[in-house]
Nanobody
């Protein structure tokens, strides 16, 4: 079992930045693939960014160049630095953990946090 708790969401103006954090506890964090997903109003949950246990990263097209995912295995934390935010980035952001080596498929993630709201005002 892995417990995930997100923090850092909030309201920001377009063009601004936010840093989301995810604190993990439970089973071995260092071996887990970690990801960030988001779900906007009336939309399906979608992949944003992922980081493998060795630090390899994947990004959605919408996130590439603006968002940066990182992990601190010693602190059991995963962060998502979001810059140049746009109104279309408004969503609930979820941290997730997977036993797969690498995946952007939400159905291959086993554990989820409760989510944190990000609202970008135009």
């Amino acid at each position: 079992q892995v417990q995930l708790v997100e923090s850092g969401g909030g309201l920001v103006q377009a063009g601004g930045s936010l840093r989301l954090s995810c604190a993990a506890s439970g089973r071995s964090f260092t071996s887990a693939l970690m990801g960030w997903f988001r779900q906007g109003p009336g939309k399906e949950r979608e992949f944003v960014a992922g980081i493998t246990r060795t630090g390899g990263t994947d990004y959605a097209v919408s996130a590439k160049g603006r968002f940066t995912i990182s992990r601190d295995n010693a602190q059991e934390m995963v962060n998502l630095q979001m810059n140049s935010l746009k109104p279309e980035d408004t969503a609930v952001y979820y941290c997730a953990a997977s036993s797969y080596a690498r995946s952007t498929d939400k159905d291959q993630y086993d554990y989820w946090g409760q989510g944190t709201q990000v609202t970008v005002a135009s």
